[in-house]
């Protein structure tokens, strides 16, 4: 498929499921508010009087940057994504809130961004592993950065995801079974409630997230389709992602959500000297084959050059 298809694909999926409906915090959530608040505090430092401005690119309806917005009202938001009807709530959560921080506009990550003024912060929140093309999107929102700008980026993680990768072949193939199946959702929830009793679904949230998001997740029609009909969903593993943010012009600023250490899994001294010996682009790598997350946060910096390829960190 071309990329135009693929987008297409994906835009008329989100027309149809916008994404997320009513997501309550998580880990992950707290995790980056902490680093998020550290980061405004480092821009609004460096800016002086200029306001901080964050985008939220694939920002669907709005559920962390209409939240953010409320809570730093001095900082100025923007937030895009190719789908209408995601806007659309997303618009109406801001206005409902009484906003006037936050701007929307439909927008296509495979195209330059469309703003002349630079961003200080810009998140991309479980959007990359939907796009036909990471580089090109990861090329764009480091061009609309300012030199000492942040990237936050979370996607998910090949090793960690894998397994539900082939519930989601295994369902696609029984939708597809003819005459193929006109209620997908019915379906995939009928599969889940099974799939539930042989396949513990810790690889569907993300992590070890308990009973209340997983409830969440079976319950609401928005997140079965995210998780089972997503149309279009790559899983890269950490070399990858290290060598396609390299490409891209980022560096590893911080793993989110992780000891970049495998002392809290073993004592041994050998172990510990030999993984410590490691430069810090194959620790990461290590770390990846040990712990399998189901998904990667990271927290990038612009590099001051693009270094092309080297996909050395340290
Ligand atoms: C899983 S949702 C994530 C929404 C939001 N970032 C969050 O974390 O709640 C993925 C979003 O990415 C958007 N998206 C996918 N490909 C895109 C593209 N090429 N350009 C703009 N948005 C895109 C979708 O429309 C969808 O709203």
Redesign the pocket.
């Known amino acids: 498929m071309s990329e135009k298809e693929i987008?297409q694909k994906?835009?008329n999926?989100?027309e149809k499921f916008?994404?997320?409906g009513n997501?309550p915090i998580d880990r992950d959530g707290l995790i980056f508010l902490r680093r998020f608040s550290g980061s405004i505090k480092d821009c609004s430092k460096n800016n002086k009087v200029q306001t901080v401005r964050v985008l939220?690119?694939?920002?669907?309806?709005g559920?962390?940057s209409v939240s953010l917005a409320g809570m730093y009202r001095n900082i100025e938001f923007y937030g895009?994504?190719?789908?209408k009807a995601?806007l659309e709530k997303a618009k109406k959560l801001s206005s409902e809130k009484g906003l006037r921080n936050i701007h929307f506009r439909k927008?296509?990550?495979?195209k330059p961004l469309p703003y002349t003024r630079k961003f200080d912060i810009v998140?991309?929140?479980?959007?990359l592993h939907?796009?036909?093309n990471m580089k090109k999107?990861l090329l764009n929102l480091n061009k609309c950065l300012k030199n000492n700008g942040k990237l936050y980026l979370?996607i998910y993680a090949k090793h960690g995801r894998y397994k539900h990768s082939l519930n989601m072949r295994f369902l696609d193939m029984l939708i597809n079974a003819k005459p193929k199946t006109k209620d997908e959702i019915h379906l995939a929830k009928e599969f889940l409630n099974q799939i539930h009793k042989i396949n513990p679904l810790e690889d569907l949230t993300g992590d070890e997230n308990t009973a209340y998001m997983q409830k969440k997740t079976i319950e609401g029609p928005v997140w079965i389709a995210?998780q089972f009909l997503?149309p279009h969903e790559i899983l890269i593993d950490m070399e990858t992602l290290i060598g396609v943010v390299d490409s891209a012009g980022f560096e590893f600023e911080n793993l989110l959500g992780f000891n970049e250490d495998i002392s809290e899994f073993t004592g041994s001294k050998i172990l510990l000297n030999k993984f410590r010996r490691l430069n810090r682009t194959d620790r990461l790598i290590a770390l990846d084959l040990l712990i399998k997350p189901e998904r990667y946060f990271v927290c990038l910096n612009k590099t001051a050059s693009k270094r092309g390829n080297s996909k050395c960190l340290h």
Do not use: E, I, M
């Open positions: 987008t994906s835009r999926f989100y916008q994404f997320p997501r939220d690119a694939g920002c669907g309806t559920n962390t895009v994504d190719n789908s995601s927008w296509n990550l495979l998140l991309c929140l479980g959007v939907h796009t036909a999107v979370w995210d997503n």
